[in-house]
């Protein structure tokens, strides 16, 4: 019998439909093959990017140039532009404002093969802090409500450069989803009076069917509803709802269980595409008693079709304790890193 | 500069990326070649289907035979069950019941290499009678609260099948979606006394830069805050709340609109993918002053990447002034239809 869930925070309803149902192997995704030529994220082509905001090399190197091990430049063709002001008008009956924001790229790595889940610790480490580092800075800009981090990893989740990198858009407005996210927990803490992720975490710890792992102060877990086949999220084990809070230890601990969670993930489905999206709370109302950031990582692996435009219902084939067991069950080879 | 856009009725911001903008020729989309072999919707193949539900054939004909010309049958691997309660229970703090509702096929033709752009206007207004009778009939069963009609042209719009076909699904839920449509336009109606999708029109009508065409009684017009490059709405022009209540005349003037636009939209983007989804008002609180039902069509030219998937935000590069001057424009060879 296929079955209809509900997601505890936002209140959104999946299908998990049974009679679609699909196991790992079923699933072909496109793979993520990298072929580097003429790439511009790549070591040696740093004048073919914006300058770098920050980046980390040894000392003594000048910035711009070779020697690198991440680097963090502005979107040469930025969704959103830093400069102006927002200037709300409204036009007959609609709203509209300026597009200010910020749209940077985190370039992980120079080696245009790697990944965040063949990369060592350390590096996977220096790319997570210098999301703190960048969400920091933006901070101190007044306008900016918002600093959204993602990664589109494959040409099928959306990345239109193969060379491995994350990156960033900071708004002037806080997204709808993570509104959602806010409003349903709000409710949640009204009620109850603790913060709605740790009561999640407390049951599937407890539960165990839908836990892919705990490690390192971060558990791993398939959501109960999840819109796609092997959605996972990672969240802090103790509460925190700012990830700019975040000890270096903390974000050494969150290496480790990424890389190790990607590395199954590319084992289990044969290094699918995919996108990740940091929840985090807002920059100026952090809500600190009711919101627990969280990592969502969505496999890219069927296409989203008119059902889920028109309706905001997902179908998902894969019911999420399968997903978890088959992740919890990879053997990762040990070349993988 | 790029510009935030409020969408007046579910409030979603999308960023229009003037720095990112792309003309019509700058997409290239998969176009959508079809191959018969095999295909279970074809004629002579009426076995391989469940059963026939309706159909339309000259009088003296058996029902799961040939000489049809549309056939609705039950989706052979239903999202939903019809069979059954909801059974809603708890999982400690998760909610779940049973998938019941209706998943059905509306298989548009005989003629695997025909599409709504090509089907005489004829058959196409059959399908949108058929889309009604449907909706009429699902009505009377009290588990269900609405049907959503979508289709899906392409695989790269989720289309698994490619003859042409749209669907129906009905749940015992109204779709977020159409919630947030409903929610939207309460609101303005509380203010204003007025539907906001009547006022959206009086503006675009008198506007004229948004307005691809107007005929028999429909509104084609590019939305003011558009999702997707070249997402068009279809309305009545007059204030309608539900779609089933169409007379079959008002039908007819859909088809020939709808028939129009998607020849326009073919001509000009070379049969791109496209999804289309039927927003009409729920089948028990049919909100009739404040909702006006319209068909939404979203062309799949680019992917939807992890800054929509987590923002909820979406980053269009096609001002929808500029994609309705380009559908405006098209000139449709007279050998089309």
Redesign the interface.
């Known amino acids: ?6 997601d ?1 925070v936002v ?3 999946v ?3 049974t ?2 149902a699909r196991r790992p192997s079923d699933f072909a995704p496109d793979p993520v093959r990298p072929r580097a030529s003429n790439c511009v994220f790549c070591e040696g082509n740093e004048d073919k990017t914006p300058p770098e905001i920050i980046a980390s090399r040894a000392a003594g190197l000048g910035a711009n140039m070779p020697g690198w091990r991440y680097r963090v430049v502005s979107n040469k ?5 830093v400069e ?1 002001d927002l200037e709300p008008t409204g ?9 200010v924001g910020a749209h940077e790229v985190v370039i992980e790595t120079p080696d245009h093969a790697a990944s965040l889940a063949t990369l060592p610790v350390d590096a996977v480490a220096e790319v997570l802090i210098a999301y703190r580092e960048r969400v920091r800075d933006l901070k101190k800009d007044p306008r900016l409500e918002y600093v ?1 981090i ?3 990893h494959g ?5 239109s450069l193969e060379h491995p990198h994350s ?1 960033l ?1 900071a ?3 806080i ?4 509104q ?1 996210e806010l409003a349903g927990s709000a409710r949640y803490f009204e009620l109850k009076e603790r913060c ?1 992720w740790c ?2 975490l407390r ?1 599937e710890r407890r ?1 165990r069917r839908r836990l892919v792992m705990e490690a390192h102060g971060f558990t791993v877990v398939a959501p ?2 999840p819109r796609f086949p092997f959605e996972t999220w990672i969240l802090p084990t103790r509460h925190r709802a700012a990830f700019e809070d975040s000890e270096v230890d903390e974000l050494r601990g969150l290496a480790v269980v990424l890389n190790d969670f990607l590395q199954r993930l590319g084992v289990l489905l044969g290094d699918p595409p995919f ?5 985090t709370a807002p920059l100026r109302e952090p809500a600190s008693e009711q919101f627990h950031w969280h990592l ?1 990582i ?1 496999p890219k692996l ?6 889920e ?5 997902f ?1 998902n084939p894969v019911p999420p304790e399968d997903a978890a067991a088959a992740l919890r069950d990879v053997t990762i080879p040990p070349a993988a890193s």
């Open positions: 019998m296929p079955e209809l869930r509900k505890p209140g959104r309803w299908i998990i439909s009679e679609r063709f930025p969704a959103l532009r102006g036009e007959g009956l609609y709203d509209r404002m300026n597009g959204l993602f990664k589109n040409e099928a989740a959306g990345a990156q858009i708004t002037p407005i997204p709808v989803m993570v959602e709605v009561d999640v049951q539960d109960f509803a996108n990740y999206m940091l929840h969502e969505i069927a296409r989203v079709a008119g059902y435009w028109g309706s905001g219902f179908i």
